[in-house]
């Protein structure tokens, strides 16, 4: 039986590959690395079918290391131990780079098993590269993450999914045979949602479909061929990173009824419910903010209640949080207020903290100075006085800017009242 054709047509070299060029490009991160011999464990994130085991595979060929796999679904820790062990041998008679351990869907390793990884990356017996459709930052431990690089990888766009099309009739043993006439693409874009894999599996059905020579490969044709909607949501394919996002943007436009939909499709798609909770946390703390502390509260308490009471009657409460979230007034300053603050951080460096703030632990201390000046603010009316709490270099910079909700009027009202000039927008 003949391979299918996403399996044939799978890039061996960087040259063959499409797509992903901020990585495989001219100037791409792993591009240089494997020019240079010098590969970096790293975790590539991204939706299905956009290139992620291929790349690992080339990497490998290219660097022509031994290759491990391992997959989250059906491995344990007894089978990471064991892989290690065969990286350590192989390793030992060739000892010019380190083997690939390449772990398909990581973010599924449980603490236990991503902790029997670390000593393997740490000390290079293992390159490791991961996988993963979800944040990493959610779901790979912190230990494994400060030792990987993450590099996101897109869905790929009309251009490299046309480029595929036309790489696979053109260099397919079986395609290549036959007279192929691309006539419209547009539907087997819509269905193929950014991912090669299904782009293949439906040129390969439409082109098994018919006797007929030439084959015209149209629009209706692959319609009638699908039987499917176009819309159907598709948990592991683009489709699942669309929906989420119609939804959080429903809420942070106010309309409640548009989030409801939104939520109805994810649950009906079979989406992980602890997925959308999360993203309704996150939606009340980025959107709703200081306008409505109570925002992040209900979020929390939903994320709570669906842990504690599972499924069906977990959605009562996550749609809760979503009508609750969406009728609520909007404010971003604490989101825009930390970005800034950051951004200062990294243009700046490490300025110091003033005297006064200094922690003061020990006598000596004391004696030295640290505390001298310090107002402790208790001790003034209204609990507040005026003093230093920036470094020098950065005295009277402002980070939050208050945006004029009601709730968040009140607080602005207050710094102005405390700070006077530096808070007067």
């Not at 993450?150 to 260099?171: G, M, P």
């Not at 939909?261 to 649950?267: H, L």
């Not at 709703?288 to 502390?293: E, F, R, Y």
């Amino acid at each position: 039986m003949s391979e299918p054709l996403a399996e044939r047509m799978r890039p061996r070299t960087l040259d063959d590959y499409y797509g992903q060029e901020q990585l495989v490009g001219p100037n791409g991160v792993v591009r240089k690395m494997i020019e240079q011999h010098r590969v970096s464990s790293f975790i590539l994130w991204g939706p299905p079918g956009v290139g992620k085991t291929t790349l690992a595979q080339i990497v490998a060929t290219t660097l022509k290391v031994p290759f491990f796999t391992l997959s989250a679904v059906t491995s344990g820790v007894k089978d990471v131990r064991d892989v290690i062990e065969r990286a350590r041998q192989s390793h030992f008679f060739n000892s010019t780079s380190s083997p690939i351990l390449f772990i398909d869907e990581i973010h599924r390793f449980s603490k236990s098993q991503q902790d029997s990884l670390l000593g393997a990356v740490e000390h290079g017996i293992v390159t490791l590269i991961g996988a993963t459709t979800e944040n990493p930052s959610f779901e790979v431990i912190r230990p494994l993450l400060s030792r990987c690089q993450v590099y996101t990888l897109k869905s790929l766009d009309k251009e490299a999914l046309e480029q595929i099309l036309h790489h696979a009739i053109e260099k397919d043993a079986v395609l290549s045979s036959k007279h192929i006439e691309l006539k419209e693409t547009g539907a087997m874009m819509r269905y193929s949602g950014g991912d090669a894999r299904k782009l293949l599996n439906i040129l390969e059905l439409v082109t098994e479909s018919t006797e007929d020579d030439p084959i015209v490969v149209t629009d209706k044709k692959v319609e009638e061929l699908l039987q499917q909607n176009p819309l159907a949501y598709d948990k592991k394919g683009e489709m699942h990173y669309d929906i989420i996002s119609a939804f959080i943007k429903s809420i942070r436009g106010s309309d409640p009824d548009a989030a409801l939909y939104w939520m109805a499709r994810m649950i009906e798609g079979g989406e992980d419910p602890q997925f959308i909770a999360r993203r309704l946390v996150i939606s009340a703390a980025e959107d709703i903010g200081l306008a409505n502390p109570n925002a992040l509260l209900l979020a929390n308490a939903a994320f709570d209640a669906v842990m504690k009471i599972g499924w069906p009657e977990g959605r009562i409460p996550l749609a809760e949080a979503t009508v609750y979230l969406a009728t609520s007034p909007k404010s971003n300053s604490a989101y825009k207020g930390i970005g800034e603050a950051l951004e200062e951080v990294r243009k700046s460096g490490n300025e110091p903290v003033p005297l006064h703030l200094r922690n003061a632990p020990t006598q000596l201390m004391e004696q030295l100075g640290y505390h001298d000046g310090y107002k402790y603010p208790h001790d003034y009316s209204g609990n507040f006085t005026v003093q230093q709490y920036l470094p020098d270099a950065l005295t009277g910079k402002r980070f939050w800017h208050a945006q004029h909700s009601q709730a968040e009027e009140k607080l602005y009202q207050r710094m102005l009242n405390c700070w006077g000039d530096r808070y007067k927008e």
